[in-house]
């Protein structure tokens, strides 16, 4: 039964994955770009790097896809005004009008994955969702820095 509980959950992630990777490829935003963005357009000014961690992605993976996102026209980035080596992205006008399209897909599939459960069921289940989130951040750290995982 426990060995159920990942695979329903990468089942769910892919499934919503895939949703919106065919939904926004109109916008030309595909392969989870659209994660990116709307990451961006909630804190602009943020460094690669930060946005990596927030999304749970190694640099490379991030890197590629902002380079899309740039290229495509949807974010841009800036020189820090303190140390002109640090990049802050910013999303541009493209990009600030596609985020409402995101959000509205992302609300919609929020109630259709939520359907039928009570706002307290919900609560609960974000609540344990954050617990296994907590629990397999400190092997993804250790397994990014190069190190094995004992079985």
Not at 10 to 16: F, T
Not at 17 to 29: M, R
Not at 51 to 61: N, Q
Not at 75 to 88: H, L
């Amino acid at each position: 039964m426990k060995t159920e509980i990942l695979r329903e959950i990468g089942m769910i992630a892919r499934v919503l994955d895939s949703i919106s990777n065919i939904e926004f490829k109109e916008y030309d935003l595909t392969k989870g770009q659209y994660l990116y963005l709307v990451r961006i357009c909630e804190h602009p000014g943020i460094i690669q790097e930060k946005l990596a961690e927030r999304i749970k992605v190694d640099r490379t993976t991030a890197a590629r896809a902002i380079q899309k996102l740039e290229m495509h026209g949807f974010i841009e980035k800036r020189d820090d005004e303190r140390n002109k080596k640090i990049k802050r992205l910013f999303p541009t006008e493209k990009g600030n009008e596609v985020y409402p399209i995101i959000a509205r897909e992302h609300d919609h599939s929020n109630r259709v994955a939520l359907a039928g459960f009570s706002d307290s069921e919900a609560d609960v289940m974000l609540h344990y969702l954050q617990r296994v989130r907590k629990n397999v951040e400190a092997d993804w750290e250790s397994v990014k820095k190069g190190n094995k995982r004992v079985y």
